[in-house]
Structures are given as C-alpha cells and as structure tokens.
C-alpha cells in the first residue's frame, strides 16, 4: 500500500488557516492531508500571510490560495459561494480563540468566516493559543457551543508553548489532525468499542545509579500504533517505557522504566481488554544485584549476574481469558523461521517482524517493513513506508481478523 491509504475518495477539504504561530506546521499539514486522497484548497486570513507566505501553501497544495472577500476576479463569480459549495469538509488549523469568537457569534468579516458561514459542509477546527487564553472562561464558552452545534473540536494539546508557557493549548501535529480528518471523513472506526493495550519503547534494567542495560528502541511504532487505534475508536492505553515522545492525543499514557515495573502496570490493566500489542522491546535480563552506588573501575574484568526477565507477552497469551495478542520481533536473520517460532511458543494470535539489518529500518528511524504472520498461516507483507502508515495496516488487519473470529 501506498501512503495514500485505501480511503482513496478524494473528497474537497477547505483548510482554513488563521494568525497563529502554529500557521506554520500547515504545509505540512496539507502534504498529510493530501496523502489522505483530500483535494485541499486553502484560505488564508489575513493574519495568516504573518506566519506562513501564500506561495508556501500554493506550493504545497496545488491551488492558488485565496486570501480576499473583495478579490474582484473571484468575487464576479461569487467566489466565496463557489467556494463554501465545493468543499465536503471544512478544516480551520490553526483556529485562533478571535477566530472561534466570529464564528460562535456569527460573524462574516473575512473570507473565511464568510465561508464557514455559507458552508453546510462539516466544520472541524484545531485550537491554538495560549494556555490562559485557552483556559479563559470566554473561550471554553465559545468551545462548547461550538461542540453543541455539531462543529468538530480537535485538541489542543499540552506543552511547552511559544511564548514559554506549559499547558494545554498546543494545536495537534498535522500527522494527528490529518488522520482524526480523515476517521471522520471516511467513519472508518472498526474498533469502537474496544479496549486496547498496548507496550512501546526499551525498558531499563539499572547496574548502579549510573550505568544500565537497555536497548536502541525509540518507541515510535508502538506509539504510531496506539494513535492508530484510538483513531480506529478503540479506548487505548499505553505503557510506555523511556522514550523521548510525546504523548499521543486521547491515550492513556503509564510511563514506567523497567521490565519488572512494564510487567506490573500490564497486569493491573489486562483485565477486560480486547487486543494487546506487545510492542515494547522489553530488556530480556536485568541484572541480580544493583549497586546503590556507581561501581568504581578497579580490576581489568568485571562479571555482571544476570537474571531472566518476565516474559510479558507469553504471560498475556496464556492467560484463561486472554484478548488477541500481537507481538513483534526485530530479527537479524532467518526472519521468517524466528517469528513463526516466537508466534507459536509464545502462542500468539499474530506476529509483526523486521529485518534490523536493513539500513534506514527500524530502530530510531521514522520507515520500516514488517512481515505479518497470523496463526493460521496467513502471511502479509506490509511494504517500506512511514511507522505511522504501518500502525494503521496493522490495526486495519486486527480489526479484520476481529471481524472474521
């Protein structure tokens, strides 16, 4: 499959972009979006051009970009009109709290609230500003009326901001806005309903305060993953060993540290799941002994005891009522003999495997290759492209072998 996906419609999406700092991730935002099969068109307040040049986003999207409600070669044939009965969707990223204000009360002084205004398309926007400006009372007002008069509200998230604060306010990466758009374009959620867990990134077994044994996972694909899933619909959590990457939006996120503290968070939260993906590279040994201080270098030699690690996935797997149970496995050689191996004594319901040898794959790259191998001998390969396209493959074949149980 291509980074097009399956959902290959083509339907016309108008993004409107509004005056914030976050103006500027909407080039990327259009390039996820077309990736989707939307015809994007774009409109520009006039505060946008401060953040983002028009000829950026003409570039990026293929169509001249409009900017203008007196535009007199657009306007003599009603262009603003013409616009509101072409797109399907209506996407405002960033949506400013001024611009949530005019469309709350009505107002039609720029081509974009005109629009919005004349449009019966769907109406979707992603919050940006602020975490004061968020919090006030006046926009979480402007926010649920919004939401009550069936406007789509994604995000914001939380973090570090461009003026310095820490909180919630952010405007999604164009990777989380695109996919949510496109779930709800398409009502592509074939895990409603269920509940998903899922484990991503290393663990970290510690020798002394200092020194540790732990792996070159960087969480990425589990975490593409657990994206993918709760777009899917499915409730998701996540444990998540050290990782440098931010929490997925509407995921519920345990942060642990080692094999023995993963194994704990999965079995207080296993009971009533319907899918585990075993997609942490869980440390297998951990040191016998930790030194509560660092271990000086005195002798030429240095023998470390090691102990096994708990075997989360094959616990999970062996459980009287277990959910269906996808595993990973990063293999060196003989790819496919190790994962069918893995896949029956650890008897899984399905196995994702990658070659590591292969350059540009894998650990701490943003592409990967997976060969998907179900217990009943069904294989599929999921070709090279981003972790993010893979998690959705992945939870497309889930979602289907759910379907034909």
């Not at 997609?279 to 090691?306: F, G, H, R, T, W």
Request: glycine fraction near 8%; charge should be neutral; aromatic fraction near 4%.
């Amino acid at each position: 499959m291509s980074e097009k996906t399956s959902f290959n419609q083509n339907k016309n999406l108008l993004l409107g972009v509004t005056g914030g700092i976050a103006a500027y991730k909407c080039a990327d935002l259009v390039r996820r979006l077309k990736e989707r099969g939307f015809n994007v068109r774009v409109v520009m307040t006039p505060g946008a051009s401060e953040f983002i040049t028009p000829m950026t986003l003409q570039a990026v999207s293929g169509h001249p970009v409009h900017q203008d409600i007196f535009d007199q070669a657009m306007e003599a044939a009603m262009g603003h009109i013409e616009l509101a009965k072409w797109a399907d969707l209506l996407l405002i990223a960033p949506a400013t709290a001024n611009t949530i204000a005019k469309i709350v009360h009505g107002k039609a002084d720029n081509l974009l609230t005109t629009i919005v205004l004349a449009s019966k398309a769907p109406l979707m926007i992603a919050p940006a500003m602020n975490q004061q400006m968020w919090a006030n009372s006046v926009t979480q007002s402007n926010i649920e009326k919004l939401s009550h008069s069936g406007v789509t509200v994604l995000g914001p998230g939380a973090g570090e901001q461009a003026c310095g604060d820490i909180g919630a306010g952010r405007m999604l990466e164009p990777l989380d806005i695109a996919q949510q758009v496109q779930s709800i374009a398409y009502g592509d959620k074939p895990l409603t309903g269920k509940k998903v867990l899922i484990t991503a990134g290393p663990t970290v077994e510690a020798i002394d305060p200092v020194r540790f044994i732990s792996n070159h996972s960087s969480g990425k694909m589990g975490y593409a993953i657990a994206k993918a899933a709760k777009i899917a619909g499915a409730e998701v959590h996540l444990i998540s060993g050290p990782v440098s990457i931010g929490e997925p939006f509407g995921v519920q996120v345990t942060r642990v540290t080692s094999a023995a503290q993963m194994f704990d968070a999965v079995k207080n939260s296993v009971e009533g799941v319907d899918i585990f993906v075993g997609c942490a590279a869980v440390a297998d040994y951990s040191p016998v002994e930790v030194s509560c201080q660092k271990i000086k270098k005195n002798d030429e030699e240095m023998c470390l005891l090691l102990k096994r690690n708990p075997d989360i996935l094959a616990w999970v797997a062996n459980r009287a009522e277990r959910p269906y149970v996808v595993g990973f496995a990063a293999e060196s050689q003989s790819l496919k003999f190790y994962a069918n191996k893995k896949l029956e004594k650890k008897k899984l319901d399905m196995i994702c495997a990658n070659d590591i040898c292969c350059e540009g794959l894998g650990f701490n790259s943003e592409d990967n290759q997976l060969l998907l191998l179900d217990k009943s001998g069904e294989e599929k390969l999921l070709n090279v492209a981003s972790k993010e396209v893979l998690a959705q493959q992945i939870i497309e074949q889930i979602a289907m072998k759910l379907n034909e149980a």
